[in-house]
Structures are given as structure tokens and as C-alpha cells.
T-cell receptor
Framework: GAVVSQHPSWVICKSGTSVKIECRSL??????MFWYRQFPKQSLMLMAT?????????EQGVEKDKFLINHASLTLSTLTVTSAHPEDSSFYIC?????????????????FGPGTRLTVL | GNSVTQMEGPVTLSEEAFLTINCTYT??????LFWYVQYPGEGLQLLLK?????DKGSNKGFEATYRKETTSFHLEKGSVQVSDSAVYFC????????????FGTGTQLKVEL
């Protein structure tokens, strides 16, 4: 199998605090992980691509100092929302790519976590 | 840029009814097309895919045909079951775009007895 977990599944925090979300590949190694954000009734939007041992690549319009991504091991990537504000409230989803990094292969080897609901008061 | 448009839900059907969820896309070249399904409390799972025009992807009784002329990839199933209740996402990966996916907004399907 290929299972990806996220923790926590939901979190409520006060404005101005930081929140860390973990994404783990439980039964495979993932050199590449992806972070998505989903607003109600909208598409999943790719925020950044995270490669183990290197800096994340952020999509246009995503503040890298706001959304800190760390991919310190082959099974764990973290997303930290710094100084969270109500507009950061959203559903955050990660995915992990099974197999080696690089190449132009199809994304059908991406496995998704169940998501984390963040609410900032 | 690339985009995917799919019908708004929720779609409510009786068991054994025929299902169609429409999906159209905008992209240059020849993207690969996907349908993902998300069951309650779980992550998105790849349901089926098609990588070139006229390809038909199929899995678990679901089918979708890559129509280049109409830029569509509609999802169909002849007889739905209660267990098919989930959210369905259409997505594309651009030509040579590797792992980058562009998703539609998702369509919730509810199947009732």
C-alpha cells in the first residue's frame, strides 16, 4: 500500500500564533511531497513542492516566509503557518510521491493525505 | 493558464442510476487527465487516468474518455452504489509537467437507497 497521514486532522488557533502541520508517508519513502490548499467549493491549489534535503519550491503568489516547509526526512514534511490570521483558515492537503525524484513521469504515483482543517480565530 | 471545470454538486442519485459528472479543461498541448475520488475522512485516491486523445480510462466500473475535440473528460458509471458516495475531482497534468496537478473544484456524489 501507500498511505499518507497528516497530523493534526483539525486545529483551531488564535490569530498571531504559528501552527505546524505534519505529513508522513507511512509505508514508503517520498523524496518529493506537495502541499495544497483548498478553500470551500474551490479547487485544490498547489502551494509548494518539497524535496527532501533541499529548499521547497513555492508556486507564484505563495509567501514562503508565511508558509514554512521543511522536508527533513524521506517520510516527513512539515508545513508551518507563521503568524496565522483568519484569512489563512483553510483545508491543507499534502501528497507524497512514491519513487525517485526527477523525471517527467505522470503524477499518478502521488498519494494524498486526508487533509488538515485550520481555523484561525 | 491551465484550468479544469467540473459540474457543481451535490449530485444525488438513487442506487443503480446512471452517473455522469462533466469535466472540461483548458490547456495547451496534450495534457494527461485524471479523476480522483475522496471518500469521507480519507485522502484523494487516483480513480482513473488517460494520457492521450481518445484514451479511455476505467476502474471500478467508472469510465472516462479523453476527448480532445471537446476538451472534455466526463466521468460515467452505469449503475452507482451507495458505496460510491464521495467527492470526485477532475485534474490535469500539463504536457511534460511531471507531477504538477491542476484540479477542478470537486463534485460531491450522494447515492441513496
Amino acid at each position: 500500500g501507500a498511505v499518507v497521514s497528516q497530523h493534526p486532522s483539525w486545529v483551531i488557533c488564535k490569530s498571531g500564533t504559528s501552527v505546524k502541520i505534519e505529513c508522513r508517508s507511512l509505508d514508503f519513502q517520498a523524496t518529493t511531497m506537495f502541499w495544497y490548499r483548498q478553500f470551500p467549493k474551490q479547487s485544490l491549489m498547489l502551494m509548494a513542492t518539497s524535496n527532501e534535503g533541499s529548499k521547497a519550491t513555492y508556486e507564484q503568489g505563495v509567501e514562503k516566509d508565511k508558509f514554512l516547509i521543511n522536508h527533513a526526512s524521506l517520510t516527513l514534511s512539515t508545513l508551518t503557518v507563521t503568524s496565522a490570521h483568519p484569512e489563512d483558515s483553510s483545508f491543507y492537503i499534502c501528497s507524497a510521491r512514491k519513487g525517485t525524484s526527477g523525471g517527467a513521469g505522470l503524477p499518478d504515483t502521488q498519494y494524498f493525505g486526508p487533509g488538515t482543517r485550520l481555523t484561525v480565530l | 493558464g491551465n484550468s479544469v471545470t467540473q459540474m457543481e454538486g451535490p449530485v444525488t442519485l438513487s442506487e443503480e442510476a446512471f452517473l455522469t459528472i462533466n469535466c472540461t479543461y483548458t490547456a495547451t498541448g496534450y495534457p494527461s487527465l485524471f479523476w480522483y475520488v475522496q471518500y469521507p475522512g480519507e485522502g484523494l485516491q487516483l480513480l482513473l487516468k488517460a494520457t492521450k486523445a481518445d484514451d479511455k480510462g476505467s476502474n471500478k466500473g467508472f469510465e472516462a474518455t479523453y476527448r480532445k475535440e471537446t476538451t472534455s473528460f466526463h466521468l460515467e458509471k452505469g449503475s452507482v452504489q451507495v458505496s460510491d458516495s464521495a467527492v470526485y475531482f477532475c485534474a490535469l497534468s500539463p504536457t511534460g509537467g511531471g507531477n504538477k496537478l491542476t484540479f477542478g473544484t470537486g463534485t460531491q456524489l450522494k447515492v441513496e437507497l
